[in-house]
Each structure stands twice: as structure tokens, then as C-alpha cells.
């Protein structure tokens, strides 16, 4: 373990596992065993020492008294208040799930479904082992769609991998657009290169329907209404083609399909785009002249803007723009949406897919997960497997997701840290280790650095890592692979060791020293200056065979929220107003509402209402509200005033839903309906109503 010794003390070097991209490089001060202090590592180029209010307690998290220290089985009914709970040991608990499994398996095992996101995303104890288990076991296939596919895939079509500016090169644009983020929450280390680019001279440009922090510290907030971005993207297209604002030889040397993309926004003309957007004709002109006119342009895109029907092409259509510009010439310039692909990490050595059955079991979608334990069958879900996340608090429509949870024929496991708002449902739940108690290396999707974590302390109580979970599980059905025996260690060095020709220089005596390392690319990083894009055709694709052969159009196109007045007129009255539902600054998905200084800090649930929709409805400051659509409501405090522009409500979360006053949260609203590619989460078209509260 690396460590230096200090007073009797040792540093041990971390990494949060959360679901953030700026992956933080920790120092954790260990004394007897015990941890004392988490801070950031100084050293590490893109932590500089600093770590969010979130992963600053950490110490608070894993010490809480709250923790679940022992298996536990349930006695009696599920549901919130219902049964109780009587501690069982591993060999009770193991041999119960093992003999609930191999009889479902008997029959079919695509009737058990693992169910995990992002509550870690280290490659052991995300990727490795809990998935070689499922994959031997021929359990259905969780479609993980919650957070970023809509995106992801459409970047892809149009840049061929999820590569983008280098954070660390904001710091020299000298105009940064942040479109649809807010990083002031959820990127906090990038915001520290935008303060320095504003320093020194840099134009600010948000995004946002929301005046989040970060837009009140930007140069110029722009608010559109949400689902938008692709039909603002398009009008900057038609005015930078107009104006002649772009780069003509980049667009010639290094792209495909440019006449195809200019037919596509010609019918984009500012006063098209500001009906559909909402924005001012004089303002989409200003925003596409300060663009085209700045080569050191910087787009930074978030996953929040394309949790909507037409999510996945919105980012096909802002993607394109640098190469429009030319801005990819420059390490300054481009855009940023996810560096995930700029990592050589062998996916299939973790996750063990040569142990997937032929044919290949179903997928079930995760957003959906409420219609597949109440509507699947051939064969029904009869057991539900929950680890690094909480569907109850997190999935949309989870009003009908706890009406299947209830079943009392499903069989559900959870392995958590605490009694989480899933467990209430669960029939055993089984310790798990906090980040200080596991070994782990991650991929950052953020930042261009390899992160070791080495285990600090040994587990609290019986609690065991997810690898340790399933290697133990793995014994008891009689898998008898030598792949389920590998240790930690061993998982992270196959999956490096096989993409060395890619990765040559990832050394663990390095990563052991250190705690990270940069992966092989140059400090000056600009990835795309001289094209090399890792397309079908080596160019930026404005149209994309790939693309069409999906079914989906070559060229990106707009398509408006499925709930709004564009998508579903009918609906849009019923429900005339939009909900987003970002994250609460101290909040990450469901992770830190255990928190309780956190929960203090955060305070009760708001709902932030501008203030001619508040008037509409006599509405006061203050007021508790019901926010509701014909899927459900929710309760929460009204926040008056000009934060939300008019006709969106923002609701930041997430609570869990023991802890709201009415037991619920927001997701009690949103909607399971999926994006145009990518099949991934619509969270942010939800159309709802707002009232006081009765």
C-alpha cells in the first residue's frame, strides 16, 4: 500500500467513485486503523488540492451510524414503515440467494435482473466482477440508459468516440459556452479554468433554462426553453454558414456531408429558432457572430441537456459546430462532452462476456424498470438484484416502480451501504464497503488521468466490496471459472494489460506511487487539429452512414420534448409546464442524501417557479406546493422569483423519499419514456402542473 509515514500516521491515495467527471485524486490520513481526514492531493494536476463539499465529508459518510454493518433478512411486509428486519449471517444469507437463483435459473434465468448504475464506477467494483457474474448466470441484461446514452451515442455518430477538449485547456479559450451544465455543481475543476480564462479576458456564455450558479457567474445567460438545444444549434448553423463564419478548409480537409448539414439548417432562420426556443432573434444572432468571430472557442456540453425525446441528435447538431468553426485546430478549442474514449481500457478482459450465453439474454432498459416489473413477461422479472444504486429514489415513474416492487412474488436483494429507500422493498439486504474500504482504478470520463484507489481501512462491521460480494456468490452456485478468482488486483491489471499497445506507458508501479497517472496523449492536447477523427471515414461526420443504417437520419435533425406544446399539444395543456429536475449542489443522484450535515446544509425540498407562473397560480414565496402530472406528484416548497425562465419548473434533487415530509421526490413525476437514439432516459420532458398544497 503507498503510504508515507508521518507521526505514526500513513496517506494512503484515493479516488472518488462517484458519478462526477472530475474523478478527484484524495489523500486519506490513516491513524490505527482509523481514517482521520480526506483531503484532495495536491499533486494530482486536475484536483490541485480540492475536493467538493460531497466527498470533503466523506469520513462522515463511512463512519455514519446509520451504516449497514450485517446481512439482514426481512420479517413480515415490504414498504416503507412495514416488517422489520432480523440479522442473519453470510452463510444464511448467501445460501438463501444461491437456492432463490438456481431455482429461477431452472427454469429461466433472464426472470432475474441485476439492477446497477453509478454508485461506483470503478472498473473492479462496477464492471468486473458483479458483471461476470450476471453474464455467467444468463440473468436479462440491464440496459444502463439512465444517466448519458442519448448523448454518448449521438457524439459518436458525428466525432466517432467520446473525445473532447482537455479541461485543463479551458484556461486559455477565450470564449467557453456552457450549454446545458451547470459545473459550479457537477464539474467543479472545471470551473476553476473558466475563472482563470475570465481573468484573463475570456467571454462566459451559459446555456441554461435555469439560472444555476454558474450562469449567475457567467458573462451572458442565455434561456431557452428546455429541450431546445437543437433547434438553437441548427440557427447558429444557418448564421455562421450565412455570415461565412466558418472555416472553409478544415470543413474541406477534415468532415463529411457539409452541403447535407447546410440543407438541414437552412430552414433554421433566427426567427424560426427563436419561436421555437423562445430566445430573442437579436440574441441567437449576437451568440452565433461572438462564436464564429472567436477561433479559441470552447463548448462545454453536460448530460442534462439531452434527457429528452430529441436528446441524442441535439448533441449530433452542437457537436458539429467546432468543425464548422475550425475551433478543433486549437487545444483550446472543440468541445467536451465526455473523455471516456480518450481511455484504453479492455471493457470485455473486466466484464467477462465470453461467458454470456448464445443467444445473447434480453436487454431491460433501466429507465423503464418500473414498466418491466409490472408489464414484462415471457418471462415475468422474478428476482431483482440491486447494487451501486437506488432505483426507488432515482428511476423515473417510481410510483409505478414501487407498485412492482410490492409483488410478492419478486425476490429482491440489495447490497448497500444504507437503508436506502430500495431496501424498504428488499427481501435481504447485505453490507457494502464505502470507497475507503476497497481497492479500485477508474476511468475518469472528465479528465485525460488513470486513478488508483488503494483500500485505506479494513471493512466496517461484515460489509464486503461488490467484487468480494460476487466472488463469494460465484462459490456458492458452483462457478467454478478461474476468472472468479482472480483478486482486485488482478481484475484491474488484465483490463490494462490488454490494451498495452494502445496504453503503453500505464505503469502500476507508477500508479501505486502516485495514486494516477496521465494517459498517452501530449500535455498539449488538440485532439482533432489536423482531423484523424476516429470515424468510419477519419473526417467529423455531419452525415453519418452509421447513423442511417440505425434507422436514424444521416444528418441530425431536431426533434422537440415529447411533452411539451411542440410534442403533444393536447398534453402540454393539461400540463402546461416543463420540469427539470438537476442536482442540489450538495446532492449527487441519491448518493449524499444520507449525509446528515449534508441534508442539513441542503435543507427541505424546493421547487423553483418564475414569478408570472407563481402569480398565475397565487402562488407566495414560501408556499408549499404540489407539483403532479397523471403519473404522480410530489411536494415541496416554492422558491418565487426569476431563476426559472417562464413556463419551467426546476425542482433540484434528489431526496430520498423517506425524508420528504410527503414520501415522495420528484421522481414520482418523471417521465419513462426514452430518447430518439441511444434509447436513454427522458427525465428532463416532463410536463407537469403546480398548485398549492392542499
Known amino acids: 500500500m503507498t503510504a508515507l509515514q508521518a507521526s505514526g500516521e500513513r496517506i494512503v491515495h484515493g479516488t472518488c467513485p462517484h458519478d462526477c467527471p472530475d474523478t478527484c485524486a484524495m489523500l486519506i490520513t490513516v491513524k490505527d486503523g482509523v481514517a482521520t481526514k480526506v483531503r484532495g492531493d495536491p499533486a494530482h494536476p486536475t484536483t490541485q488540492g480540492a475536493l467538493c463539499t460531497k466527498v470533503s465529508r466523506y469520513l462522515e459518510r463511512t463512519y455514519s451510524p446509520d451504516r449497514v454493518l450485517y446481512p439482514m433478512r426481512r420479517v413480515g411486509a415490504k414498504g416503507p414503515g412495514q416488517g422489520s428486519w432480523e440479522r442473519i449471517g453470510w452463510d444464511e444469507a448467501l445460501d438463501t440467494i444461491a437456492e432463490r437463483f438456481k431455482a429461477i435459473a431452472s427454469d429461466d434465468p433472464q426472470a432475474i435482473l441485476p439492477y446497477a448504475y453509478s454508485g461506483t464506477l470503478g472498473l473492479v467494483h462496477n464492471f468486473g466482477m458483479p458483471r461476470r457474474f450476471f453474464h455467467r448466470l444468463g440473468a436479462s441484461l440491464p440496459e444502463r440508459v439512465l444517466c448519458a446514452t442519448a448523448g454518448r451515442t449521438g457524439y459518436n455518430t458525428v466525432i466517432g468516440a467520446q473525445i473532447g477538449t482537455d479541461i485543463t485547456h479551458f484556461a486559455d479559450a477565450r470564449l467557453i459556452i456552457l450549454w446545458g451544465t451547470n459545473p459550479i455543481t457537477s464539474n467543479l475543476h472545471l470551473w476553476t479554468r473558466i475563472a482563470e480564462a475570465r481573468r484573463k479576458g475570456a467571454k462566459v456564455i451559459a446555456i441554461d433554462p435555469y439560472l444555476s450558479q454558474s450562469a449567475e457567474k457567467s458573462d451572458w445567460h442565455l434561456a431557452p426553453l428546455p429541450g431546445t438545444d437543437g433547434a438553437l444549434a441548427f440557427g447558429l448553423m444557418h448564421l455562421l454558414i450565412r455570415d461565412n463564419l466558418i472555416d472553409r478548409d478544415y470543413i474541406e480537409r477534415h468532415t463529411l456531408g457539409f452541403d447535407a448539414l447546410a440543407a438541414r439548417a437552412a430552414s433554421f432562420t433566427p426567427e424560426v429558432v427563436a419561436g421555437i426556443t423562445g430566445l430573442a432573434v437579436d440574441d441567437i444572432c449576437q451568440l452565433a457572430k461572438d462564436y464564429g468571430n472567436e477561433p479559441l472557442s470552447a463548448i462545454r456540453m453536460n448530460f442534462g441537456m439531452q434527457r429528452h425525446a430529441g436528446g441524442g441528435n441535439a448533441v449530433r447538431a452542437i457537436a458539429c459546430l467546432p468543425a464548422l468553426t475550425g475551433a478543433w485546430r486549437h487545444a483550446a478549442g472543440g468541445v467536451l462532452l465526455d473523455n471516456a474514449g480518450a481511455h484504453a481500457v479492455d471493457l470485455a478482459a473486466l466484464d467477462g462476456r465470453h461467458l454470456l450465453p448464445d443467444p445473447l439474454p434480453r436487454t431491460v432498459n433501466m429507465a423503464q424498470i418500473a414498466q418491466a416489473l409490472t408489464e414484462l413477461n415471457d418471462p415475468p422479472l422474478k428476482a431483482l438484484f440491486v447494487y451501486a444504486s437506488n432505483p426507488v429514489a432515482v428511476a423515473p415513474n417510481n410510483g409505478l416502480l414501487r407498485r412492482g416492487l410490492l409483488r410478492p412474488d419478486l425476490f429482491t436483494v440489495v447490497h448497500e451501504i444504507f437503508l436506502t429507500d430500495t431496501c424498504d422493498y428488499a427481501d435481504i439486504v447485505l453490507p457494502a464497503t464505502t470507497q475507503l474500504e476497497q481497492f479500485d482504478v477508474h476511468r475518469p470520463y472528465g479528465t485525460l488521468y488513470t486513478m488508483l484507489n488503494e483500500q485505506a481501512i479494513a471493512p466496517l462491521g461484515e460489509a464486503v466490496s461488490n467484487a468480494e460480494l ?225
Not at 502516485?514 to 470515424?535: C, E, K, M, S
Not at 436514424?552 to 395543456?573: C, H, Q, T, Y
Not at 425562465?645 to 410527503?662: H, M, N, T
Request: net charge negative.
Open 470 to 694: 460476487f466472488r463469494r456468490l460465484a462459490a456458492r452456485m458452483g462457478y467454478d471459472e478461474p476468472c472468479f478468482r482472480q483478486s482486485d488486483e488482478e481484475i484491474a491489471g488484465e483490463a490494462h494489460i490488454r490494451t498495452a499497445a494502445v496504453n503503453a506507458s500505464l505503469d502500476f508501479d507508477v500508479l501505486r506511487r502516485d495514486g494516477w497517472q496521465r494517459i498517452d496523449v501530449p500535455l498539449h492536447y488538440a485532439p482533432f487539429a489536423n482531423g484523424n477523427f476516429p470515424t468510419p471515414s477519419g473526417r467529423c461526420e455531419f452525415e453519418s452512414a452509421n447513423a442511417a443504417a440505425q434507422g436514424w437520419s444521416a444528418v441530425p435533425e431536431f426533434i422537440p420534448p415529447r411533452e411539451s406544446a411542440l410534442g403533444d399539444p393536447a398534453l402540454a395543456k393539461r400540463f402546461p409546464l416543463m420540469l427539470l429536475t438537476p442536482p442540489a449542489r450538495h446532492y449527487l443522484n441519491s448518493s449524499f442524501s444520507s449525509v446528515e450535515s449534508l441534508v442539513r446544509d441542503v435543507g427541505a425540498p424546493w421547487v423553483d417557479i418564475h414569478t408570472a407562473d407563481a402569480v398565475a397560480r397565487g402562488i407566495s414565496e414560501g408556499d408549499r406546493v404540489r407539483v403532479f402530472n397523471a403519473r404522480g406528484a410530489f411536494e415541496a416548497d416554492a422558491r418565487v422569483g426569476d431563476k426559472s425562465r417562464a413556463g419551467v419548473l426546476v425542482a433540484p434533487s434528489i431526496w430520498w423519499l423517506k425524508k420528504s415530509a410527503d414520501g415522495e421526490n420528484a421522481n414520482a413525476v418523471t417521465s419513462d419514456g426514452l430518447t430518439d437514439i441511444g434509447r436513454g432516459a427522458t427525465y428532463y420532458d416532463t410536463a407537469v402542473e403546480i398548485e398549492r398544497a392542499g
